[in-house]
């Protein structure tokens, strides 16, 4: 069996690391498995954030916040697409593939399964919802347009979306449960089949490990709490970096330690004069960032939304224990006093708590036993090969 993975990117960004983890685990089950990743940017890419910043006549506020994929590149004329038996979509906005593209493909009679890494494959054109729920019938006056109506870009494409489903054939996965649940809901995906399967975690990088000799390894203090919180870009206040500071500064423990990991990251420093500062730039490579989880007591995860981190999945896989709000898969992921804490939405009492709490107890041990058991690679491979299979 050939299985064409296709995501914009090969490692930018969670899908990417999710899909490429998933390629190398389907590999070591005997699936004969490649990827298709975006060269460099170029008109698609342009061309469609032109279209968005004209629609909502020259504003630059919402522009990254929605996809209309009115340009991209004709995969199905290459040799892998051809050769393929099994086409996995994951993320593929930006420029990368157009809804006539993705027309093409889910009608070339290949068999099609599509990772959704967000809520983009069942709206018009955005990639998070919030608390709109228009695309379970029709997607109009999108709120995360500048200007809009009642026919604006969302109608549009959410018209052009349906067409293409009709008579085709997909299975759609959610990274998690409540992706899934959504998304079963939409009024475009109705008649196809949508199940729920988590991301991979490499067991080779990310594994328990002695957290004295991790905190050496990464030159951080040896005695004291470690507070990690990390995004790819910090300054994206969308995770959650003023609940992060609000937090810090309620916190019960004293002589804490933030770890905080992601660029843009120096300008939290300047808001916690009085809690103790460490900052790593975005750390690529898997080691580093597996020794500075199991160098931390506890990872925090405040971002406003999430579908499944593949954040918590990895600091739990070496024995961290996670805190997050109660939104999207995070009440999946963290089982709320067990092996992390799960704090009410958007409360920094109940977030600073929950830091708190972990640190009051040891939830090591449960953290790492229930990553083995959701994220492990042949148990993740699997349930996608049977559903390739079927």
Not at 53 to 80: E, K, Q, Y
Request: proline fraction near 4%.
């Amino acid at each position: 069996m050939n299985v064409l993975l296709v995501n914009t990117s090969e490692r930018s960004g969670g899908a990417a690391i999710a899909a490429s983890r998933l390629m190398d685990a389907l590999g070591r089950n005997g699936v004969s498995a490649r990827m298709l990743v975006r060269g460099k940017c170029g008109f698609p890419f342009y061309w469609e954030r032109m279209v968005v910043w004209l629609h909502n006549r020259l504003s630059l506020r919402m522009l990254w916040h929605v996809d209309i994929a009115n340009s991209g590149t004709d995969i199905t004329l290459l040799p892998a697409f051809r050769e393929a038996d099994v086409v996995h979509l994951h993320w593929v906005n930006q420029g990368f593939l157009s809804l006539d593209v993705i027309d093409r493909i889910l009608h070339s009679g290949k068999r099609i399964v599509w990772t959704m890494h967000d809520q983009w494959p069942y709206t018009a054109i955005c990639h998070h919802s919030l608390t709109c729920r228009r695309f379970q019938t029709h997607c109009h006056d999108c709120p995360q347009l500048c200007h809009p109506s009642s026919h604006d870009l969302s109608y549009k494409v959410f018209e052009r979306k349906l067409a293409l489903m009709r008579d085709a054939h997909v299975t759609f996965v959610g990274c998690s449960r409540w992706i899934a649940g959504l998304a079963a809901t939409s009024a475009l995906l109705r008649g196809q089949r949508v199940v729920s399967i988590p991301n991979v975690v490499p067991s080779e990088a990310f594994h328990p490990m002695d957290r004295l000799e991790a905190r050496r390894r990464m030159n951080l203090p040896e005695q004291g709490p470690l507070v990690l919180f990390g995004s790819c870009k910090v300054s994206d206040r969308r995770k959650g970096a003023d609940y992060m500071i609000a937090a810090c500064r309620r916190l019960r423990h004293t002589g804490v330690t933030l770890v905080i990991v992601g660029r843009q990251a120096g300008w939290m420093c300047k808001e916690l004069p009085s809690v103790g500062v460490r900052v790593f730039d975005y750390i690529s490579d898997e080691h580093q960032m597996a020794a500075l989880y199991a160098a931390s007591d506890v990872y925090v995860t405040p971002s406003l939304m999430e579908n499944l981190p593949n954040t918590i999945a990895e600091a739990m896989s070496v024995g961290t224990p996670c805190v997050g709000f109660h939104t999207g898969g995070i009440p999946e992921m963290i089982d709320h006093l067990e092996n992390g804490y799960v704090a009410h939405y958007c409360d920094v009492d109940d977030l600073a708590h929950g830091i708190d709490y972990v640190l009051d107890h040891d939830l090591r041990d449960a953290a790492r036993q229930k990553a083995a058991a959701s994220y492990g690679e042949d148990a993740v491979a699997q349930q996608y090969i049977r559903i390739y299979e079927e």
